[in-house]
């Protein structure tokens, strides 16, 4: 598998995530994960917990299919509270350190009115590519 991270010359290097990645591989897809556990109950309604949980689910789904953290190429964060986030950043960073690993990753976050679920309070999708061969 070969990911290049895609910075275009003369542009400032982004800060936790790259703007764009190019891959070759096996592609998998990961719904939105939220922040509950395996029997979908939510432990916390703390945004750095389910965050943490999120990341989790991620981890698991990828699994799955042979990936990795390592193998994720594109996230996008669906938040309800902006600030809360931005608020909360480095503890939010700290624990995506811990469950996913690396920045090497195309990012989006955006804010959003609601989620399905009421309780959640983050929601993360994820595109992976995994070695073949």
């Known amino acids: 598998m070969t990911i290049t991270v895609l910075q275009p010359a003369g542009w400032a290097a982004p800060k936790g995530y790259a703007n764009g990645v190019a891959a070759t591989g096996l592609q998998v897809f990961v719904a939105g ?4 556990n395996a029997q ?3 432990d916390s309604d703390d945004l750095v917990a389910q965050v ?3 990341l989790a689910n991620v981890k698991a789904v990828l699994a799955e299919a042979g990936a990795q953290p390592q193998h994720i190429t594109r996230m996008t964060w669906y938040l309800v509270d902006k600030r809360e986030y931005l608020k909360r950043g ?6 995506f350190r811990e469950v ?3 920045y090497g ?3 989006t976050a955006v804010q959003v009115a609601g989620l399905i679920e009421d309780r ?3 929601e993360i999708e994820v595109t992976a590519v995994v070695p073949q061969g």
């Open 52 to 54: 943490r949980q999120a």
């Open 105 to 107: 990753i195309a990012m």
């Open 100 to 102: 996913i690993g690396h």
């Open 40 to 42: 979908c109950a939510f």
């Open 90 to 95: 480095r503890e939010i960073g700290a624990v």
């Open 33 to 36: 994960q939220i922040g509950w």
């Open 120 to 122: 959640a309070q983050v």
